[in-house]
């Protein structure tokens, strides 16, 4: 079966210190990713996606498709980064976006 | 260019009506898909239209449909509405709904069934 698996609900962190975002997936083919933010009161958009490359906002995303993984990282978290992240393959076959549950990153001073 | 559109904003509905939500697309997109995102269940697919077809569907009674116009905006209707309906809908839309770009989401409509 398809899965998107987001293993943290809630990922505390000081300022400062290194994040990482867990996302593992399990799907036939080969889906292309893309990380989703929403911060507060504001309206989910598009962080990252894997066909790129590229880093965004200090952001970075690399795909292993040996461990079917897509781990969202930055070396250094600041506190506008406190926002629920989303990790979602896309099937074209299937013409769908499938989200994971979501991670919510809390940067606290 | 505006964004994705979504109205209203919010709802308030009794139990066993019906509801119409509308989504205008960014100009150029052709592909609507419609999302339900609840604080128990995150976002869950409802369906994704291009070109006035549906293309996919996700896992939701029937009383949840949505249609599809020839200039791409779109709407979804839901009858018989349930308390369980109460949840924000999100619409997104993209230029085929297929790779690179993503979908761009609408701030939502939150409809309230009580």
């Known amino acids: 079966a398809q899965r998107v698996t987001q293993p943290e609900k809630l990922l505390s962190v000081f300022k400062g210190a290194p994040v990482e975002l867990k996302c593992n997936y399990s799907?036939?083919?080969?889906?292309?990713l893309f990380w989703y933010v929403q911060y507060s009161r504001q309206r989910l958009q598009l962080l990252l996606r894997?066909?790129s490359r590229e880093s965004i906002k200090g952001f970075t995303a690399d795909l292993n498709k040996g461990e079917t993984s897509f781990h969202l990282k930055k070396p250094f978290a600041q506190e506008e980064d406190s926002a629920m992240y989303y990790c979602?393959?896309?099937?074209?076959?299937?013409?769908?976006?499938?989200f994971g549950t979501g991670t919510r990153l809390q940067v606290t001073l | 260019k505006a964004g994705v559109t979504q109205t209203p904003r919010y709802l308030i509905k009794t139990r066993g009506q019906q509801v119409t939500l509308s989504c205008s697309p960014i100009?150029?997109?052709?592909?609507v898909s419609w999302y339900q995102q609840t604080p128990g269940q995150g976002l869950q697919f409802l369906f994704e239209?291009?070109?006035?077809?549906?293309?996919n569907k996700g896992n939701f009674p029937g009383r949840f449909s949505g249609r599809q116009f020839s200039n791409s905006r779109s709407e979804m209707n839901v009858s018989t509405l349930e308390l369980g309906d109460s949840a924000l809908y999100l619409c997104?839309?993209?230029?085929?709904?297929?790779?690179?770009?993503?979908?761009?989401f609408g701030s939502g409509t939150r409809l309230t069934v009580v």
């Open positions: 997104a839309s993209s230029t085929t709904g297929v790779t690179n770009y993503g979908y761009t």
């Open positions: 799907y036939s083919g080969s889906p292309e």
């Open positions: 894997h066909i």
């Open positions: 979602a393959p896309y099937t074209g076959t299937a013409s769908k976006l499938t």
């Open positions: 100009s150029g997109h052709r592909s």
């Open positions: 239209y291009f070109s006035e077809t549906q293309r």
